[in-house]
């Protein structure tokens, strides 16, 4: 009983940064707006690619030094970046319209 107890915990404490971690996606992608406005200023396509790679560069670094595997988050961050710019589209009016 005490053992299923402790799961129980350790579980509620995976929902509870679950749902830290959706917030903040939710944060980051917020943001591209700011980025799209910022793009069109200085007349920057939506999908920089140097941008891109610059990214995948400090996560993997970041991953490593805490001891992840660095593919698996470069990973999750290539469906960040891609999040990031379906939503600058969207923004811009070149959304994926049926």
């Known amino acids: 009983m005490i053992i299923m107890k402790k799961l129980a915990d350790v579980r509620a404490k995976i929902e509870t940064i679950d749902h830290e971690i959706i917030r903040l996606i939710a944060k980051r992608t917020e ?55 379906e939503r600058q589209h969207e923004l811009s009016g070149e959304g994926n319209l049926p």
């Open 31 to 85: 943001l591209a707006k700011d980025v799209l406005e910022a793009k069109k200023i200085v007349n920057m396509p939506i999908n920089d690619e140097d941008r891109n790679q610059k990214v995948m560069e400090r996560v993997a670094n970041i991953s490593t030094e805490c001891g992840l595997d660095a593919g698996e988050v470069k990973n999750i961050f290539k469906i960040l970046i891609k999040m990031s710019i």
